[in-house]
């Protein structure tokens, strides 16, 4: 299933909850513009390639649009459309005043030289610089992107438009960045499992726990959950997944992956076994962190684990999802579960605004607080109205933003 497709079918279940007008759920549904470029690019041995990229801003009810940049060689316009409307319901789940968008480039980065990548991010720069703004449309990282390629971003914007921080987040904390946004998305995932275990009536000590993908959300995830003393006894990334019953040494596998171009290829103090085993795992918690669309009709029936937390966007697809509920797993909806990342994104650019700093104690805290008030309103929300997380996540989101577009004025 087309990943729009996924979203939209999780839009109508909370809209059916809702109760909302055909009217404003086509208005709610539909992006506000689409934008598709290309990108000429000489690479280093002189050849010339023509790379295409997207911004999508799907909904701008609440704030000025916010997403991530994705280079990735899947990356579509159907990918780009459905997370920027999960960047919208996102944002509203755990109320920050943002719209909804997210961009990308299909293109595979482990095959790119730094000075390749950023020949890229700035042509890309050249091409959308007059769609995005601090005030408009923030871009963010994603798969494939990191501080040094938003801090090209803000470099090339600022020769266009004089100097705007607030142009792009997740820049370097030397350049205009925060301390503790590199760790927030996988500090909110860890955050978010242990409140969950905790309604569940259950201890964080020896819960067992596989991580699928171990870049950026999935090391940080590890990171927290092994300081919380669970069991991970699963990592994995695109070089395989590596098992180990009594638990990873996740300070090793960290260690590891920086010595090894962020890979745990040749990780020797595990079993090397695949991604899809990693998946049926006979373990407590799953977490997905890495790409999209892994849990689907074809394995979700032999998801072993109780509980299913959506790290990656969209890792479950919505057949999936069915198949889940009905078996009684727990799923916490990506919605919800990775919003650490566009949470500490907005304390970045709120500091950019004012020009002053948080310390990492301060920015924690505030996470902290952000996703509790999230998880509480979720969890209430599904109890009271006997739905899914997943349900539950999005009639909260739906709710605010079709509020405030009401409010404010469709038409
Ligand atoms: P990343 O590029 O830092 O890491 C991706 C990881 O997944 C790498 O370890 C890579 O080797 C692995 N991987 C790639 N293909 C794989 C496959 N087929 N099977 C298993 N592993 C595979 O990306 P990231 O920033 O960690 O993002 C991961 C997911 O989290 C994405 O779905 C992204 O949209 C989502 N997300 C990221 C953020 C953020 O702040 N970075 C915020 C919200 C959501």
Redesign the pocket.
């Known amino acids: 299933m087309r990943s729009f497709e996924a979203t939209k079918q999780y839009f109508q279940r909370a809209a059916d909850e809702l109760e909302l007008a055909e009217s404003l759920r086509t208005y709610l549904m539909m992006p506000r513009r689409e934008l598709q470029v290309q990108i000429p690019v000489e690479m280093d041995n002189g050849e010339l390639r023509s790379l295409v990229g997207y911004r999508v801003q799907h909904n701008r009810a609440r704030g000025p649009m916010k997403g991530?940049l994705?280079f990735h060689p899947e990356v579509d316009l159907d990918e780009v459309r459905s997370l920027a409307s999960l960047m919208t319901w996102k944002t509203a789940v755990v109320n920050i005043p943002y719209g909804g968008a997210k961009g990308g480039i299909a293109i595979d980065v482990s095959k790119l030289s730094a000075r390749e990548l950023e020949r890229i991010t700035r042509k890309f720069i050249d091409e959308i610089h007059e769609m995005i703004g601090p005030d408009s449309d923030i871009p963010a990282?994603?798969?494939?992107t990191d501080h040094r390629v938003m801090a090209w971003i803000m470099d090339q914007y600022n020769k266009y438009h004089g100097f705007n921080p607030g142009v792009v987040t997740g820049k370097p904390v030397e350049f205009y960045g925060i301390p503790g946004r590199e760790e927030?998305?996988g500090r909110g995932v860890g955050l978010l499992t242990i409140k969950l275990l905790g309604r569940l009536g259950r201890k964080a000590v020896g819960t067992r726990v596989a991580i699928?993908?171990?870049?950026?959300?999935?090391s940080h995830t590890a990171k927290f959950l092994a300081e919380a003393e669970c069991k991970v006894v699963a990592i994995?990334?695109?070089t395989g997944a590596y098992y180990r019953a009594d638990g990873i040494d996740v300070p090793k596998a960290l260690r590891h992956a920086i010595e090894h171009e962020r890979?745990l290829r040749g990780f020797a103090d595990a079993e090397h076994i695949s991604?899809e085993q990693l998946l049926e795992l006979d373990v407590d918690i799953l977490i997905p962190?890495?790409?999209?669309g892994v849990v689907t009709a074809a394995n979700a029936g032999r998801v072993k684990a109780p509980v299913v937390i959506e790290?990656?966007?969209s890792p479950v697809d919505a057949e999936a999802d069915a198949i889940l509920d009905a078996n009684g797993k727990i799923v916490l909806p990506d919605v919800l579960a990775?919003a650490g990342?566009v949470t500490v994104s907005y304390f970045e650019w709120v500091q950019n605004r004012q020009y002053y700093q948080w310390s990492l104690d301060r920015v924690r805290q505030e996470l902290d607080k952000t996703l509790t008030n999230a998880f509480e309103h979720t969890w209430t929300m599904a109890r009271e109205r006997k739905v899914s997380l997943r349900t539950a996540a999005f009639m909260l989101g739906i709710d605010r933003v079709a509020r405030a577009a009401t409010l404010g004025g469709i038409s």
């Open positions: 991530g994705r990282p994603d798969m494939g927030a998305t699928q993908g171990f870049g950026n959300v999935g994995s990334d695109s890979l991604n962190a890495a790409v999209g790290a990656a966007n990775n990342g």
